[in-house]
């Protein structure tokens, strides 16, 4: 993949070229210290994934990429762990939280990887709806999933993960027609990057909710609704 790093510190930069250039099947097609500079990197090369400081002068990461029509894949950088949310509202591949680990940047580089393989493969949304079950789209065939067996869904960038208790299944869908798709008396919405269902929750408090032994954050926007939803199906 050809990559990009724009960042406004030469460190951070230096950082995650060493990763980089250690990493194989990754290329450098160069480095940018702020959004003007990597707005003509994207105009003169063809590049795949741009590991982008959401922190700027004058531009920040965020609004950088918003105003491109067709961005590549983005994994944020920030040395402020409240900043990427802001990241996933822009469907992010990742976000890495300075100063950045090998470990977790190769995690970030393994998750676009996997994106661009979906990109290629041509997985559609989901199809269609029954009683019990929906059809989705995935490695080319149509995949029935039981309500009962979904414990969560996450976006991942214009994809979803929906998670099984033997698996992972990935299909191209957005969260919005996920959650409208999904029964709302077994699901609910706790964040922008997750739908969880309620009979796999296994404790739950105001700020996150634990199923399968992992740990869901939930969105202050989601918050609400909710403790309501919990509280209309008798589970408050």
Known sequence: ?????????????????????????????????????????LKKNEVDLVFLDIQMPEITGVDFVKSLENPPMIVFTTAYAEYAVEGFELDAVDYLLKPVSKERFDKAVQ??????????????????????????????????????????????????????PDRRIVTLQTMKKMEVKLPADKFCRIH??????????????????????????????????????????KIL
């Open 111 to 164: 998750k676009a990887y996997e994106y661009k393989k979906l990109k290629a493969g041509g997985n559609t949304e989901t199809t269609e709806l029954e009683e019990d079950y929906i059809f989705v789209k995935a490695n080319q065939k149509l995949i029935k999933i039981s309500y009962d067996e979904i414990l969560y869904v996450e976006a991942f960038a214009d994809y979803v993960k929906i998670f099984i």
């Open 192 to 233: 922008r990057s997750f739908i969880v269902g309620l009979k796999h929750i296994e404790s739950y408090n105001t700020s996150e909710v634990e199923i399968d032994n992992k740990r869901l954050p939930i969105g202050k926007n989601y918050k609400d609704r909710f403790m309501e939803h919990m509280k209309s199906n």
């Open 1 to 41: 993949m050809k990559c990009v790093i724009v960042d406004d510190e030469p460190l951070a930069i230096d950082v995650i070229k060493s990763h980089l250039s250690s990493t194989e099947g990754l290329e450098l097609v160069g480095t940018a210290s702020n959004a003007i500079m990597a707005a003509e990197l």
